[in-house]
């Protein structure tokens, strides 16, 4: 086989399909970060003064922390002060249909391919959809409070279910847990807050579809699900951003508690600006996710599509606390060109017959770097604890890096922790047979790349599961051929 | 149908094809034999566009096309089919879906809609039958954890499901039980038409017992050194091919 494969560098070199601006004039904080700035977002979504102090309090933690430096990634030197934490879109319309919302944001979302009339009438998805900071559009909202059901952003949680709010945020993921979280605590300008009460299994999936859309600003979602006993819920969350020559910062933060016998899906499909085939550009995505099986028999299970972002840091972790309970994680992570993504998973095992399944499949293309990070850790009372965990690495080029840094920490003698990991590479032999059959290289890829990951793709809903296969397509387009 | 003339390649700087001339027409079967190395499967892949072979001279006419000139995929979408001597696996794409790419692609090339998935699923179902292999097969990956016979009756399955005009069988019998040799025969048999020529490289003439060829040639160093009919098989399978390559150093 040839050295350098044109087939590879083809693949390798394609550009972001989503990459436009929509012109929604923005109301912006001042560039910078101090207590006032804190105090100005407070202000800004006329938040109580227990959320202000909660703010300012994570702001002190912050500013005595540092950015953890133990990734395997190469980041650039942030500047926080060059930032601004708050924009909105001017208007926040209170929406009764699909016909006051902001026709240039609908065609935003129309050139996305997510229209929100379209997913109202075909799949049935409840959307809280948000533009840059603020949510502007909540459908179905009516059809889940008949259940009970809380589906609205973090911001009208705050002032119209501030108990609950006051009672989880911070419980799963506290403000000084890490840098970023620490950061998000004090200037998160809008999320989802999802509330599911006792015993109640929603209906349908829901939905939140992200996007950056104001240069130099940082989003800060939160977000919050709360599944009381015996509930269940599937959670979607997907995201494209335009295209940026600066880089823009994302530190998110996802708290999910299950109470006894709940049951969380959390599914991400994420597709922000990855910057150019040089390495410009591009979204750092610094994301701490974590939910807590609190009662007995629950169950937490977090499923990751991540194709995009310059710097990817996430590890959506699961703290086993019930006795009985499952942690979940299936990720596929793809890097292309200069990407570079360190993620993977956190099982912390409390309870007793405790279960965690790991299925990671990194897939890295151009002169990109892909690390799997994870941690499990078995305490000393999680007697009959179990983790499987099967760490997949795909190499398209020989340009490519792939990482796998697995930790174990067994401290009970009846736990069983298994392991594998395999490394490959997209054979020019399998192009070659789906071309003798009539398939071009880039298809060929798209198909040999979706086999690959199928066992995490197929833990997506229906409909999701599409757009990701579509989604791996798009991101290694050009890489081969 | 097919029209080589003198057809010269080489892998990383190694002369491997050496001038093949050959002359396929419509709805016959060339059987392509010859010892091991003499360049069979070469022939094979060169015709087929594998890139790891570079083609140092000569013509390939398909059709009246260029075929030199085409990439891979084009022409298996004219119509050329290549059974792998070694299919190869794809883990987690079904062969279903695998087909339903391929089978589109080439109907599209062919100015002929989708089928949708009723018509692709009868379609499937009724070629299936000519290899005998189970349907469960269609649901399974891509060649992945098949028997060595499962994989080339799999061969023999896609060549049904893609109709072409040229197929090449790279020593499609390798490997098989006499039973397993008598299924792919009887699948390829069963696709012989007036419109549909069939190459096939085979080291021994025990396929073609079952797959009777209108000419054999044999391949010897890079070039065709004999050509007959099935009679000239036979006759190697009782002589071998030592007196093949002494008569080649006679003449040389």
Redesign the interface.
């Known amino acids: 086989?040839?050295k350098t494969d044109p087939i590879l560098e083809q693949i390798t070199s394609s550009d972001y399909k989503y990459g436009f601006v929509s012109n929604i004039e923005s109301e912006k904080a001042p560039k910078g970060l101090d207590e006032d700035t804190v105090r100005f977002i407070s202000a800004k979504k006329e938040e109580p003064e227990w959320m202000l102090e909660w703010r300012l309090k994570a702001f002190r933690a912050w500013k005595e922390m540092a950015p953890p430096k133990w990734s395997n990634l190469d980041i650039p030197e942030i500047n926080f002060q060059d930032i601004i934490y708050y924009s909105a879109p001017k208007k926040k319309p209170k929406l009764e249909s699909l016909d006051e919302v902001d026709p240039e944001l609908l065609d935003t979302f129309n050139r996305l391919g997510i229209s929100l009339e379209e997913q109202k009438r075909l799949t049935g998805v409840a959307v809280d959809a948000v533009l840059d900071s603020v949510s502007v559009a909540t459908t179905f909202r009516e059809k889940l409070g008949e259940l009970g059901i809380i589906f609205c952003s973090m911001s009208e949680a705050v002032k119209d279910h501030p108990d609950l709010v006051r009672k989880y945020i911070g419980s799963v993921v506290p403000a000084r847990d890490n840098f970023y979280s620490a950061l998000n605590s004090a200037v998160f300008s809008d999320g989802s807050f999802c509330y599911i009460p006792k015993g109640v299994r929603c209906p349908m999936e829901l939905s939140t579809y992200f996007r950056i859309n104001e240069a130099n600003t940082g989003q800060f979602e939160r977000t919050l699900i709360v599944a009381e006993e015996g509930s269940y819920v599937s959670y979607l969350e997907g995201c494209t951003a335009p295209m940026r020559d600066e880089n823009q910062l994302h530190a998110a933060v996802v708290e999910i508690h299950a109470a006894k016998n709940a049951e969380v899906k959390y599914s991400t499909v994420q597709n922000w600006y990855p910057g150019d085939k040089k390495g410009k550009g591009g979204i750092y995505n610094f994301v701490t996710k974590r939910g807590i099986c609190a009662g007995a028999n629950s169950k937490i299970s977090w499923t990751q599509v991540e194709t995009g972002s310059a710097i990817t840091w996430k590890y959506p972790s699961c703290i086993l606390k019930g006795d009985n309970s499952i942690g979940e994680f299936y990720s596929v992570a793809v890097t292309n060109n200069f990407q570079q993504a360190d993620t993977g998973t956190k099982m912390t095992h409390l309870g007793k017959n405790t279960k965690s399944r790991i299925v990671s499949k990194g897939i890295s293309a151009g002169k990109s770097q892909n690390s799997y990070r994870g941690q499990v850790e078995i305490s000393p009372r999680a007697s009959n604890s179990r983790n499987y965990s099967q760490c997949d690495s795909l190499l398209l080029g020989d340009q490519c890096g792939a990482h796998t840094f697995p930790y174990l920490d067994v401290k009970n003698k009846t736990a069983n922790v298994e392991h594998e990991a395999t490394t490959s590479k997209i054979?020019?032999?399998?192009i070659?047979?789906?071309?003798?059959?009539?398939?071009?290289?880039e298809?060929a890829v798209a198909?040999?790349v979706?086999?690959?990951?199928?066992?995490v793709l197929k833990q997506l809903p229906m409909e999701f599961a599409v757009e990701a296969q579509k989604l791996l397509a798009i991101s290694l387009e050009g890489s081969v051929g | 149908m097919i029209e080589i003339n003198e057809l010269k390649a080489s892998v990383e700087g190694k002369e491997i094809l050496r001038g093949i001339s050959l002359d396929v027409k419509p709805g016959e079967v060339h059987a392509i034999m010859g010892p091991n190395g003499s360049g069979k499967s070469t022939l094979a892949s060169v015709l087929a566009g594998r890139e790891d072979y570079d083609v140092d001279g000569g013509s390939v006419h398909f059709l009246g096309n260029d075929l030199l000139d085409m990439a891979p995929e084009d022409r298996a979408r004219e119509g050329i089919f290549l059974a792998f001597q070694y299919p190869v696996e794809i883990p987690g794409l079904s062969t279903t879906n695998f087909l339903k790419s391929a089978v589109n692609k080439v109907r599209e090339h062919r100015g002929l809609p989708k089928l949708d998935a009723v018509k692709f699923l009868k379609l499937l179902k009724e070629k299936i039958k000519l290899v005998e292999i189970d349907q469960d097969l269609l649901s399974r990956s891509v060649n992945e954890g098949f028997s060595g016979g499962e994989k080339k009756r799999n061969e023999v399955f896609q060549m049904a499901m893609l109709d072409p005009k040229l197929a090449i069988l790279d020593e499609t019998d390798s490997g098989l039980d006499i039973d397993a040799l008598k299924i792919v025969a009887n699948g390829v048999n069963s696709l012989r038409s007036p419109e549909r020529s069939f190459i096939i490289v085979t080291h021994y003439q025990r396929l073609l017992d079952f797959i009777q060829p209108d000419y054999v040639h044999v391949l010897y160093n890079g070039r065709i050194v004999k050509s007959g009919t099935k009679e000239l098989a036979l006759e190697l399978e009782e002589r071998g091919y030592d007196w093949i390559k002494e008569e080649q150093k006679e003449t040389a």
Do not use: H, S, V
Not at chain 1, 427 to 430: A, L, M
Not at chain 1, 432 to 441: A, E, K, V, W
């Open positions: 086989m040839p054979g020019e032999d399998q070659f047979y789906c071309n003798q059959r009539g398939i071009d290289t298809e198909l040999i979706n086999g690959y990951a199928k066992e």
